[in-house]
């Protein structure tokens, strides 16, 4: 799942708790082993969230002295990103308004070559416009990987500065243990889409991991969604495909889209992730007590019955886009 970062023999399941690490000089092969509870030179995410810092009357003094620090430090992070987030938002309301300036009298254009200038003024903000967008999305995701840092190097920071190497008797899960109760039952045209999809995850992966810390959703099913929704394009809407007009960025629009209530999701369960993803497109397999092609088309799960236009369903027709539960497989598997 996703990408792996290693120090020494060790893989380190995140970027966050990489960088952890090295900001702590907690890098020797003495102090990883005793945080590799699996003993299989796999720092996972649950084994380094599990430490527990000793209970003591100084310890928890200072802890509560670090753990200000950090939410101190959080909170210019956060400080000095929403200050730049206005003056993002500012400037794309006034390019706006100078776009609408220009669509204006384009209207009213005496000749072509009048015409011609205009629609050259109105894409050349249209394109400032897009900076813009892609300087915000970079901006979101430098700061919630700044915090995320952050966090990790709190947790794995005693309060005196020592490497906290006390862990509890939880069992740690993850999605590498996720189990997938389906065949892929691909055709040509969908081998060549999950190729096309995975390289989608594998270019644009920040921007999905940022609406997944927006929303709690998983970044690969949003990825998955996106797939279905748009073929991966970042000039439509999570929604349903359609126009991004009304946002400031994709990324602002797929907030609002996960945002409706599709039920709760169990980041080790995942049958919820399925759950989601039907809830997301609609329940009117589920009343035909019919799979989903949302989310089994390309499996063994699946075999016909689509609705072809609104209302309208087709038990003969076989869907031919991937379903999420392929995308996700190809993702986590």
């Not at 430090?73 to 929403?82: F, G, V």
């Not at 740690?172 to 999809?197: D, G, H, I, W």
Request: charged content about 20%; proline content about 1%; glycine content about 8%.
């Amino acid at each position: 799942m996703g990408e792996n970062y290693k120090i020494g023999n060790y893989e380190i399941a995140t970027k966050a708790y990489f960088d952890a690490l090295k900001a702590c000089n907690a890098t020797g092969e003495e102090i990883l082993k005793q945080l590799d509870v699996n003993g299989d030179k796999k720092l996972t995410e649950d084994e380094l969230m599990s430490l527990e810092i000793q209970d003591d009357e100084n310890t928890q003094t200072n802890t509560t002295t670090n753990n200000a620090t950090i939410d101190e430090k959080i909170a210019q992070i956060e400080e000095a990103c929403e200050k730049k987030l206005l003056a993002y938002y500012e400037e794309l309301d006034k390019l706006r308004e100078q776009r609408l300036s220009i669509y204006n009298k384009i209207g009213s254009s005496a000749d072509l070559s009048t015409y011609q200038g205009y629609m050259q003024q109105a894409q050349s903000i249209s394109d400032q416009m897009r900076d813009i967008d892609d300087s915000i999305v970079n901006l979101m995701t430098t700061t919630e990987s700044q915090i995320a840092t952050l966090k990790a190097s709190a947790s794995l920071m005693s309060s005196n500065g020592d490497y906290n190497v006390s862990t509890s008797n939880a069992t740690p899960v993850s999605n590498a243990n996720v189990s997938f109760n389906f065949t892929e039952k691909l055709s040509s045209r969908q081998q060549n889409e999950l190729q096309q999809f995975k390289a989608n995850w594998e270019k644009n992966k920040s921007r999905y991991q940022t609406v997944s810390a927006k929303t709690g959703v998983p970044a690969e099913l949003i990825a998955a969604i996106h797939w279905r929704e748009a073929s991966g394009s970042f000039n439509a809407r999570l929604h349903d495909g359609g126009s991004l007009s009304g946002y400031s960025s994709w990324e602002a629009a797929a907030i609002d889209a996960l945002s409706g209530g599709y039920g709760n999701i169990n980041m080790n369960d995942i049958t919820t992730w399925y759950d989601f993803a039907e809830r997301y497109n609609g329940l009117g397999y589920r009343n035909k007590g019919v799979s989903s092609p949302y989310v089994w088309a390309g499996t063994t799960n699946y075999t016909s019955g689509k609705y072809v236009a609104d209302g309208v369903y087709d038990a003969g027709y076989v869907d031919q886009q991937l379903g999420v539960a392929v995308m996700l497989k190809a993702l986590l598997g």
